[in-house]
């Protein structure tokens, strides 16, 4: 495989870890053990941000690289992994978002209720890059200068 399939299948990697990371912490936030609230005060925000900054920021970048090696070309392989990276994406910040409604409201912040909501948002272009190099693409002849 050339390096760019490489960078699509680790993008979806990383889409699939955040995912699970985001599902992980959204469900411990919905039932967390009754020693650890007085042994510790739990705090979301650092946590989310951190798996951001590990998780979708990389995955984001990983999709864009191929996206720009293969642009002027097109790619199925390599669309069809950035499309299946972003409905990843979509399906974990949906189960995500479904725990909402079961956190305790110490725990609600803004950054705990709109994450999984911008990254369901940010998930379409994802599938729209992918979907666009999936489309082969006809090579331009070369111009004969001489």
Same mark, same amino acid.
């Given at each position: 495989?050339?390096? +760019?399939?490489?960078?699509?299948?680790?993008?979806?990697?990383?889409?699939?870890?955040?995912?699970?990371? !985001? =599902?992980?912490?959204?469900?411990?936030?919905?039932?967390i053990?009754? +020693?650890?609230e007085?042994?510790?005060?739990? *705090?979301?925000? $650092?946590?989310?941000?951190?798996?951001?900054?590990?998780?979708?920021?990389?995955?984001?970048?990983l999709?864009?690289?191929?996206f720009? !090696?293969?642009?002027?070309?097109?790619?199925k392989? =390599?669309?069809?992994?950035?499309?299946?990276g972003?409905?990843?994406?979509l399906?974990g !910040?949906?189960?995500?978002?479904?725990?909402i409604?079961?956190? *305790? *409201?110490?725990?609600?912040? *803004?950054?705990?209720?709109?994450?999984?909501?911008?990254?369901?948002?940010?998930s379409? $272009?994802? !599938?729209?890059v992918?979907?666009y190099?999936?489309? $082969?693409?006809?090579?331009?002849p070369?111009? +004969?200068?001489?």
């Amino acid at each position: 495989m050339a390096i +760019e399939k490489w960078l699509a299948v680790t993008a979806v990697g990383l889409f699939a870890m955040f995912a699970g990371e !985001m =599902i992980s912490i959204y469900y411990f936030m919905t039932d967390i053990p009754d +020693e650890l609230e007085f042994v510790i005060k739990f *705090d979301p925000d $650092p946590k989310i941000f951190q798996f951001i900054s590990i998780g979708v920021a990389p995955a984001g970048i990983l999709s864009a690289v191929p996206f720009i !090696m293969t642009r002027n070309y097109g790619s199925k392989p =390599i669309g069809g992994l950035i499309i299946v990276g972003g409905i990843i994406l979509l399906v974990g !910040m949906l189960v995500s978002h479904s725990f909402i409604n079961n956190i *305790d *409201d110490v725990y609600l912040t *803004d950054v705990v209720k709109f994450t999984p909501l911008l990254f369901m948002v940010l998930s379409f $272009p994802v !599938m729209v890059v992918g979907a666009y190099l999936a489309k $082969p693409k006809k090579k331009r002849p070369k111009k +004969e200068f001489f």
